[in-house]
């Protein structure tokens, strides 16, 4: 058995807090606690109801079963096998005279109505959707319903993944219209799918495969770290892009709602598949569609830059130091930003402050970390441009600062977008006096990749570099000795 559990990912910061997405887990926290409590009192009254039904069938088996109450009673089971099994109790009763078959009959339905009163009181029917009887209440409601707590997690976990990232990227109101809508649109189209369906759909994984399919248009490129567990010897960790996994994902979800189609027509079997992939589908719409019209960023950007700007504190302190410095407080306005950038790393305008500020009180490497830290950030979100003009600002200033060699190989390869060879070429000769054969043999593969179209020189001794690294295969290594031959550089 194989257990594949997502922990964490590449992008880890926002920036603001994704409050929609924290009021999202807590309602289905405290909502679940509360259902429970619900559920285990309605089920004895339910099971009560059900053994009084059959109780009574069993001393009286030539009576008739309301079609509607034998669905419900054994689970949607055919219909013959039913009657196959029920048939076992007749043939050792005789009928009744007609007046005492009618009673019977009416007694036995009132029972029936008692069970399906008890039924449709369990919280699963009253607050979840049911195709074959819709209702727009439930269609919001049914998000906030689990079955379990191992369901409630699992849902709630994917969400903690992926939600905080679409939220600050999409603004608190965008982000919980568009998980409200898909998550309907989920059980609406799952419904279409099975029409008949009278189980109670529940469970926020509809909305939140939405927002999974979403996360795969606008965070493709981030590596996601997954916990493995293979029962009951191997365990362990590994990275994965998302753009692999997430289809990965949607391709075993279609696969399994083909198999539970092929068990049974009328919906069911535990896990609402179509449901899933329907809301993955309708995410990505969504995403792709923002992008293809620009919609983030002509107006949704600009609104919570404005926002962020006015709620960001940090604009207030950059201020005062400024105040501080021209009345000649030069050391009192560099411990004011110095403090605001440790207990605030992500104000880009307090660190770039305090950046200048450091120069002139003759503290640069006291900074060095918290500037650091900062083009790490800008990198992680993607904005390249202003990580690339920070990183030569600390180079300048700090020739020997360190910044991790997977964050300046994204550097590299933004240069080489940009056809700024020079720079490239600085830039992966660096790279390759810091690495080694304990860096990560995929990244060394795309340094020689990159290093290649940079010159034979250079080429050859990212080469080389891989040849030595132990967990590239031979036959990856074999290749790499062709390229190797076919550049004939000078010795290196």
């Known amino acids: 058995m194989i257990f594949l559990i997502p922990i964490g990912h590449e992008q880890d910061t926002v920036r603001r807090l994704p409050w929609v997405t924290f009021s999202i887990l807590a309602i289905c926290f405290i909502v679940h606690i509360f259902v429970s409590i619900q ?160 189980g109670p759909l529940i469970g926020a994984s509809g909305a939140i495969a939405g927002v999974m399919g979403a996360f795969l248009i606008k965070y493709w490129k981030i590596r996601i770290n997954f916990f493995y567990f293979i029962f009951p010897f191997f365990r362990g960790t590994f990275q994965a892009p998302a753009w692999l996994m997430l289809p990965l994902w949607l391709g075993l979800e279609i696969f399994n709602a083909g198999i539970m189609d092929s068990i049974s027509t009328q919906g069911g079997g535990g896990v609402a598949h179509w449901a899933h992939v329907w809301g993955f589908v309708l995410g990505m719409a969504v995403a792709f569609g923002m992008s293809t019209f620009k919609i983030e960023e002509k107006y949704i950007h600009p ?89 030569y600002e600390l180079k300048e200033r700090i020739p020997d600062a360190s910044l991790g060699p997977v964050y300046k190989f994204v550097l590299l390869k933004h240069l080489m977008d940009k056809h700024d060879i020079a720079k490239a070429k600085e830039l992966a000769s660096e790279l390759l006096k810091e690495m080694g054969v304990s860096s990560s043999a995929v990244v060394l593969q795309d340094l020689a990749a990159i290093a290649k179209k940079l010159g034979p020189s250079i080429g050859a001794k990212a080469i080389q570099l891989c040849l030595r690294h132990p967990e590239i295969p031979a036959e990856q290594k074999d290749r790499l000795k062709q390229e190797l031959l076919r550049l004939n550089p000078e010795p290196a």
């Open 39 to 198: 559920v285990r009192d309605a089920s004895s009254q339910l099971e009560e109801r059900a053994q009084e039904l059959l109780n009574y069938y069993i001393s009286h088996p030539y009576l008739e079963f309301d079609p509607e109450i034998k669905k419900q009673l054994f689970g949607g089971v055919e219909d013959e096998r039913i009657d196959s099994l029920l048939s076992i109790y007749s043939q050792s009763v005789s009928r009744p005279r007609r007046s005492v078959l009618e009673k019977e009959q009416e007694q036995f339905n009132q029972i029936g109505q008692t069970f399906i009163t008890a039924l449709d009181s369990l919280p699963y029917r009253k607050w979840g959707f049911i195709p074959a009887d819709k209702s727009f209440l439930a269609l919001v409601t049914y998000m906030f319903i689990h079955g379990g707590w191992l369901h409630l997690l699992g849902n709630l976990l994917f969400l903690y993944m992926t939600g905080p990232f679409i939220e600050d990227l999409w603004g608190r109101p965008a982000f919980a219209s568009f998980y409200i809508i898909v998550g309907m649109l989920s059980a609406l189209l799952y419904a279409q799918h099975y029409p008949n369906f009278s």
């Open 303 to 391: 609104k919570i830059e404005t926002k962020i700007q006015d709620e960001d504190a940090g604009f207030d302190i950059v201020n005062q130091a400024i105040r501080m410095k021209n009345l000649g407080m030069v050391n009192e306005a560099y411990i004011l930003l110095l403090d605001e950038a440790r207990h605030n790393p992500t104000r880009r305008e307090v660190v770039e402050a305090l950046w200048q500020m450091g120069k002139e009180v003759g503290e640069i490497e006291a900074t060095n970390g918290i500037f650091v830290k900062m083009i790490e950030r800008e990198i992680r979100h993607d904005q390249l441009d202003e990580a690339l003009r920070h990183f």
